[in-house]
């Protein structure tokens, strides 16, 4: 069974940086892709990055490219956000996902397995 825990979410300030982590458990996520949704408060859950398997391919939602950063490090099973000049909009749940269909990154929630609990991220202004 797959599990994934989010953290490293809290309180930063517009233009700060801040990083989440996702920890996952069961040595079969190294050959999922992985990706990072987030959901604010009255919207649906919303597609952020998502990256292969290796690591070597990246997708992001226009919304965050160039200031998020996904990476993946497959011998702790470890999935990272880096965030970078965060605005107040980007303020949300974010919540990590796996997807055990092999050779694609998906960008729909509903094709995503295996989903965290979520980590709050507020960006104050």
């Known amino acids: 069974q797959v599990q994934l825990v989010e953290s490293g979410g809290g309180l930063v300030q517009a233009g700060g940086s801040l990083r989440l982590s996702c920890a996952a458990s069961g040595r079969t996520v190294s050959v999922y892709a992985l990706g990072w949704f987030r959901q604010a408060p009255g919207k649906e859950r919303a597609f952020v990055a998502a990256?292969?398997?290796?690591?070597?391919?990246?997708y992001y939602a226009d919304s965050v490219k160039g200031r998020f950063t996904i990476s993946r490090d497959n011998a702790k099973i470890t999935l990272y956000l880096q965030m970078n000049s965060p605005k107040t909009e980007d303020t949300a749940v974010y919540y990590c996902?796996?997807?055990?269909?092999?050779?694609?990154?998906?960008?729909?929630?509903?094709?995503?397995?295996?989903w965290g609990q979520g980590t709050q991220v507020t960006v104050s202004s």
């Open positions: 996902a796996a997807d055990r269909t092999h050779g694609r990154m998906a960008t729909a929630a509903a094709e995503y397995d295996y």
């Open positions: 990256i292969s398997w290796s690591g070597s391919s990246t």
